[in-house]
T-cell receptor
């Protein structure tokens, strides 16, 4: 069974802080994703990566960056946290490249509050 | 402009009855559709999918129907159980869009005992 692990379930940070959200998957998946979930808006894609050191912008990349130094790990970075980045952050992974019909496997999410 | 819409934010159904969750999409390029279920404080879990070459896919109590001409899909849960109470997300993808799965806003299903 695929396991996607997000390092923190809850985080509280102050405005202007640099925030790191970590995600690890154990199924040797090529693709990893970061989404944020907000009420009434569903899940929106921030960034994804289809290979080590490769990254692609999603729909809402502003204010975020990512890092993928190892295949199993994908980090989301908030360079200078702002209150409008308070949200639930979800990491996901799926199989081989261009597998648009391969379901995403999600972690349990990190609820980030920026005060 | 949302490409995947779930127009019912919430739905309540009696235990044992059928739950029908609806999803509409606007982009005719979408050719793969998925349903996810999400409990509070957990990540979404994959339920069932359907390719555009089919109009129905069944897995136990869950059936997804696809009407391509209407750009509409629905998830049927029969019989509904209290453990089915969760938020359900519809998602779509397209071969030409690579990895960009587009999610709807979700429908909260409550199954009443």
């Amino acid at each position: 069974d695929v396991k996607v692990t997000q390092s923190s379930r809850y985080l509280v940070k102050r405005t202007g802080e640099k925030v790191f959200l970590e995600c690890v998957q154990d199924m040797d998946h090529e693709n990893m994703f970061w989404y944020r979930q907000d009420p009434g808006l569903g899940l929106r894609l921030i960034y994804f990566s289809y290979d080590v050191k490769m990254k692609e912008k999603g729909d809402i990349p502003e204010g975020y960056s990512v890092s993928r130094e190892k295949k199993e790990r994908f980090s989301l970075i908030l360079e200078s946290a702002s209150t409008n980045q308070t949200s639930m952050y979800l990491c996901a992974s799926n199989g081989s490249p261009l597998s648009y019909n391969s379901p995403l496997h999600f972690g349990n999410g990190t609820r980030l509050t920026v005060t | 402009d949302q490409q995947v819409k779930q127009n019912s934010p919430s739905l309540s159904v009696q235990e044992g009855r059928i739950s029908i969750l609806n999803c509409d999409y606007t982009n005719s390029m979408f050719d793969y559709f998925l349903w996810y279920k999400k409990y509070p404080a957990e990540g979404p879990t994959f339920l069932i999918s359907i390719s555009s070459i089919k109009d129905k896919n069944e897995d136990g109590r869950f059936t997804v129907f696809l009407n391509k001409s209407a750009k509409h899909l629905s998830l049927h849960i029969v019989p509904s159980q209290p453990g089915d109470s969760a938020v359900y997300f519809c998602a779509a993808s397209a071969k030409n869009y690579g990895q960009n799965f587009v999610f709807g806003p979700g429908t909260r299903l409550s199954v009443l005992p």
